[in-house]
């Protein structure tokens, strides 16, 4: 059975930082992409960061500077270190994992920045 398994998540003050963990398990064929995504009250789900399997990263426009996405290839984990935190990125924070063969999410975990 595949889980995805999130932490770090939690409130910090503006201008604060948090690091984020999804661990996967369960998973036969390793992650081509790995990634997480948000989706604060009203909004659309969004990307923040994806990395894939031989290090190339994409950031939305709005962490650039900000954020830095890492993997850990052999424990199927991937980091997302936010520093510099603003209330816009308050949000439920979702991990994602891709292959050709299937795509799974985490359930989500809260960030919460207050101004």
Known sequence: QVQLVESG??????????????????ITFSPIIM???????????????????????NYADSVKGRFAISRDNAKNTVYLEMNSLKPEDTAVYYCNVWHVRYN???QGIQVTVSS
Request: proline share 2%.
């Open 104 to 106: 799974y999410w985490g």
């Open 35 to 57: 990634g997480w995504y948000r989706q604060a009250p009203g909004n659309q789900r969004e990307l923040v960061a994806t990395i894939t399997n031989s290090g190339g990263t």
């Open 9 to 26: 998540g939690g409130l910090v003050q503006t201008g604060g930082s948090l690091r984020l963990s999804c661990a996967a398990s369960g």
